[in-house]
């Protein structure tokens, strides 16, 4: 059996690199500093109006009010930098792949509050498919992220009040995903492409002859 661990650091990196290719990036430098500039702007033409230091507690005053709509342009402008790219970060408080003798499992821990939770109140959910039913593995480049087409078994793990631990099982043909979260993620890419290309190898060249 092998096993993959996600790092949050990694996920938290590719997010910082990400999020500049996003418009919401470039509107939000621009509105922040911007907004940046013109607060320095007023606070600097107020201060050279002043006659003397008595006058300087009276100037803060005007400064502060003249900056209040300027800075929430500012923190507005922040906002919109971080926004983008938000789905690259590593919410689950724990995720990792493991490959074992017969079929390969993305197990994690759901987001708290997030809709995996529910209704049950879910701690951890386990995708199982075996390598024989692998059908197809993409991988995006510019996502970062490898998807596995598949039947497969999705286990949601739950506990009761009397701390009896239970499993609701769901069988489903709908993809799943694997981020770019994992120090090793290119060796873990590499293998599930070649699952995929061992059970469709046909499928696969013709997919590389019609890049070429």
């Not at 390598?131 to 087409?149: A, K, M, P, S």
């Not at 699952?195 to 190898?201: D, E, K, R, S």
Request: hydrophobic share 40%; aromatic share 12%; with cysteine.
């Amino acid at each position: 059996m092998k096993t993959y661990v996600a790092d949050p650091k990694i996920a938290r990196k590719w997010y910082l690199k990400k999020r500049k290719t996003y418009k919401t990036y470039k509107i939000g430098m621009a509105v922040m500093w911007g907004a940046l500039c013109l607060i320095f702007i007023l606070d600097l033409s107020f201060l050279l109006r002043a006659e003397g230091i008595e006058q300087l507690g009276e100037i803060l005053l005007l400064c502060i009010g003249a900056d209040i709509l300027p800075g929430i342009a500012a923190v507005l402008g922040y906002v919109l930098i971080k926004a983008g790219g938000l789905e690259f970060l590593m919410r689950r408080p724990s995720e990792k792949c493991i490959f074992d003798k017969e079929s390969f499992t993305l197990e994690y821990i759901p987001e708290p509050g997030s809709r995996e939770r529910e209704p049950r109140n879910y701690n951890l959910i386990r995708h199982r498919i075996l390598y024989r039913d692998i059908q197809n593995v993409d991988y995006e480049e510019e996502l970062g992220r490898i998807t596995i087409h598949g039947p497969h078994t999705i286990l949601k793990y739950y506990q009761t009040k009397d701390l009896k631990k239970y499993a609701d099982t769901q069988t489903t043909t709908l993809p799943f995903s694997v981020f770019c979260r994992y120090p090793d993620f290119d060796e873990l890419k590499d293998e599930l492409m070649a699952l995929g290309q061992a059970n469709f190898p046909a499928s696969y060249s013709q997919v590389s002859s019609s890049q070429k």
